[in-house]
């Protein structure tokens, strides 16, 4: 700068003025540049595009539209900031009162393809005739979606999907538990404004980290925009970040024991309500007290260890060496001599890529196996069905977003073990008379196991929670929707949750 200004003052005035109009022309190409004009990465993302649709539900057609599109957002400055992708579907002639439903994933980092073909959008991806293959994936009419019931809007976060920060150094501020809280309410509000909505009740739905971050969304919503959700669907979320990050805590293994029960059930061919009970009630008594007390010796350590081994299909001396708790051995351990299985579903093994190592180092079966096709299909969709053909890729899940995430003031996992919803549940049942809340899982999910959130649940103050907070469990596991039996049962489940009152 002080070199440059050295330089400018040794010019004339006539070469001053020249170079003084070059420097704004500069700076106006760079504003337009920042603001999504002619060139820089919004120049990249195509215009709205809506096209009209019939759904085909079992009470009959639906016509709808569908808004493939972006919502901007700006920084103190007034230049643009960001980018938020979203797909609208909207009944048309819709009834008053229809409900309105705002939905994305987690990761961080997670677009919301996930969800919308694998759960509530009118398309819905398969893969195969054995659930698993994703090299030839086939999109068809979903016919449980939830357009069925409810107004759809899918939400990519900045960084993932086609949403976009105007620079890297922008995107870092969007990167964090109330920064992003804030940018999703924001989109919301501008949403429900830019289409007159503000009298249709609103719903989150978030799945994973999106569970959590719908709690925060929820009160951003209300702090920030003077908007009041009536509801939010958890699905397979982290709500206590420690039970998830403490694998040799007491209290975090006996709440995970029952999805590592479940899954060795499933691979058993013996799943049953009646068996899986019997598990957690080992998991939240003998086995609860005898990993928080000493060690066990003699007879009794015949037979916790035997039980423990019993019932999760790991081997009776691995589980004597880790003493009971098994969080870090189960996936090499559960699916048999030379297999590895998946936390997102402890029942689905495979081939393990390195046997001869004592840790696990595949790449995880079902996150970077099958579901990875959810992008190359949204993508096609979105252009083919959706007429938004955009020229960049569909980023489906941003690992440089989950590497720079800000939990709690800080980056890194550890952080991750303070995060908390809790306190934001509690608070918007209390503040909101009419909210309610539903956690679904899966039970052979291992990663956000279903007893950590049955204790959430089960420790809400009880006038809070009574015929308004509930769970639901279906088989399967992280993404259970993936399974048809279980797609067909949640669906039913949240139209009802949807319809019933607060009080019923």
């Given at each position: 700068?002080?070199a440059?200004?050295?330089?400018l003052?040794?010019?004339?005035?006539?070469?001053?003025?020249?170079?003084?109009?070059?420097?704004?022309?500069?700076?106006?190409?760079?504003?337009?540049?920042?603001q999504?004009?002619?060139?820089?990465?919004?120049?990249?993302i195509?215009?709205?595009?809506?096209?009209?649709?019939?759904?085909?539900?079992?009470?009959?057609d639906?016509?709808?539209?569908?808004?493939?599109?972006?919502?901007?957002?700006?920084?103190?400055?007034?230049?643009?900031?960001?980018?938020?992708?979203?797909?609208?579907?909207?009944?048309?002639?819709?009834?008053?009162?229809?409900?309105?439903?705002?939905?994305?994933?987690?990761?961080?980092?997670?677009?919301?393809?996930?969800?919308?073909?694998?759960?509530?959008?009118?398309?819905?991806?398969?893969?195969?005739?054995?659930?698993?293959?994703?090299?030839t994936?086939?999109l068809?009419?979903?016919?449980?979606?939830?357009?069925?019931?409810?107004?759809?809007?899918?939400?990519?976060p900045?960084g993932?999907g086609?949403?976009?920060?105007?620079?890297?150094?922008?995107?870092?501020s969007?990167?964090?538990?109330?920064?992003?809280?804030?940018?999703?309410?924001?989109?919301?509000a501008?949403?429900?404004?830019?289409?007159?909505?503000?009298?249709?009740?609103?719903?989150?739905?978030g799945?994973?980290y999106?569970?959590?971050?719908?709690?925060?969304?929820?009160?951003?919503?209300?702090?920030?925009?003077?908007?009041?959700?009536?509801?939010?669907?958890m699905?397979?979320?982290?709500?206590?970040?420690?039970?998830?990050?403490?694998?040799e805590?007491?209290l975090?293994?006996?709440?995970?024991?029952?999805?590592?029960?479940?899954?060795?059930l499933?691979?058993?061919?013996?799943?049953?309500?009646?068996?899986?009970?019997?598990?957690?009630?080992f998991?939240?008594?003998?086995?609860?007290?005898?990993?928080?007390?000493?060690?066990?010796?003699?007879?009794?350590?015949?037979?916790?260890?035997?039980?423990?081994?019993?019932?999760?299909?790991?081997?009776?001396?691995?589980?004597?060496?880790?003493?009971?708790f098994?969080?870090?051995?189960y996936?090499?351990?559960?699916?048999?001599?030379?297999?590895?299985?998946?936390?997102?579903?402890?029942s689905?093994?495979?081939?393990?890529?390195?046997?001869e190592?004592?840790?696990?180092?595949?790449?995880?079966?079902i996150?970077?196996?099958?579901?990875?096709?959810?992008?190359a299909?949204?993508?096609?969709?979105?252009?083919?069905?959706?007429?938004?053909?955009?020229?960049m890729?569909?980023?489906?899940?941003?690992?440089?977003?989950?590497?720079?995430?800000?939990?709690?003031?800080s980056?890194?996992?550890?952080?991750?073990?303070l995060?908390s919803?809790?306190?934001?549940?509690?608070?918007l049942?209390s503040?909101?008379?009419?909210?309610?809340?539903?956690?679904?899982?899966?039970?052979?999910?291992?990663?956000?196991?279903?007893?950590?959130?049955?204790?959430?649940?089960?420790?809400?103050p009880?006038?809070?929670a009574?015929?308004?907070?509930?769970?639901?469990?279906?088989?399967?596991?992280?993404?259970?929707?993936?399974?048809?039996?279980?797609r067909?049962?949640?669906?039913?489940?949240?139209?009802?949750?949807?319809?019933?009152?607060?009080?019923?």
């Amino acid at each position: 700068m002080i070199a440059s200004l050295a330089v400018l003052l040794t010019l004339s005035v006539p070469v001053l003025a020249q170079q003084q109009r070059g420097g704004d022309e500069n700076r106006e190409r760079a504003r337009q540049t920042e603001q999504g004009g002619s060139g820089g990465i919004f120049g990249l993302i195509p215009a709205d595009s809506t096209t009209e649709h019939v759904f085909k539900a079992p009470s009959g057609d639906l016509p709808y539209t569908a808004t493939a599109g972006t919502l901007d957002l700006f920084g103190q400055d007034g230049n643009r900031s960001a980018k938020i992708f979203y797909t609208a579907y909207i009944a048309k002639n819709r009834t008053p009162g229809r409900p309105l439903t705002f939905a994305f994933n987690g990761g961080p980092g997670a677009a919301s393809a996930y969800l919308h073909l694998g759960l509530v959008g009118p398309k819905i991806l398969e893969f195969g005739a054995t659930g698993d293959n994703g090299t030839t994936p086939r999109l068809k009419d979903n016919p449980e979606s939830w357009l069925a019931f409810t107004d759809l809007v899918l939400i990519d976060p900045v960084g993932t999907g086609w949403s976009r920060a105007a620079s890297n150094d922008a995107a870092g501020s969007y990167y964090g538990v109330r920064q992003d809280a804030d940018s999703l309410s924001k989109a919301i509000a501008l949403y429900v404004q830019k289409n007159n909505r503000l009298d249709a009740p609103k719903y989150l739905l978030g799945e994973s980290y999106g569970g959590f971050r719908a709690a925060k969304v929820a009160v951003s919503l209300k702090n920030s925009q003077g908007m009041l959700a009536s509801g939010i669907v958890m699905l397979s979320p982290l709500v206590e970040g420690r039970f998830l990050a403490n694998s040799e805590d007491p209290l975090s293994a006996a709440l995970q024991f029952p999805s590592l029960a479940a899954a060795e059930l499933e691979r058993r061919n013996q799943f049953t309500p009646e068996k899986l009970a019997e598990a957690e009630r080992f998991a939240i008594g003998d086995y609860l007290t005898g990993l928080a007390g000493p060690s066990p010796a003699g007879q009794a350590a015949e037979a916790f260890y035997g039980r423990v081994s019993e019932l999760t299909g790991i081997p009776r001396d691995v589980v004597a060496r880790t003493r009971g708790f098994v969080g870090d051995v189960y996936a090499k351990q559960m699916g048999g001599t030379g297999k590895v299985v998946s936390p997102y579903d402890a029942s689905y093994s495979v081939p393990d890529a390195y046997p001869e190592d004592a840790v696990t180092r595949n790449d995880d079966p079902i996150l970077e196996g099958y579901t990875r096709a959810y992008g190359a299909a949204f993508a096609a969709y979105a252009r083919n069905e959706l007429g938004f053909a955009s020229e960049m890729t569909y980023s489906l899940l941003n690992e440089e977003v989950n590497r720079r995430w800000e939990w709690n003031g800080s980056r890194g996992g550890d952080s991750r073990s303070l995060a908390s919803a809790s306190t934001d549940i509690r608070d918007l049942l209390s503040v909101i008379p009419s909210f309610k809340l539903m956690i679904a899982h899966g039970y052979s999910d291992a990663l956000t196991p279903y007893g950590a959130s049955r204790y959430v649940i089960d420790h809400l103050p009880p006038d809070l929670a009574a015929g308004r907070a509930g769970l639901k469990v279906y088989r399967g596991g992280h993404m259970f929707y993936t399974r048809p039996d279980s797609r067909r049962s949640f669906a039913a489940d949240v139209r009802t949750f949807y319809e019933a009152r607060p009080t019923d």
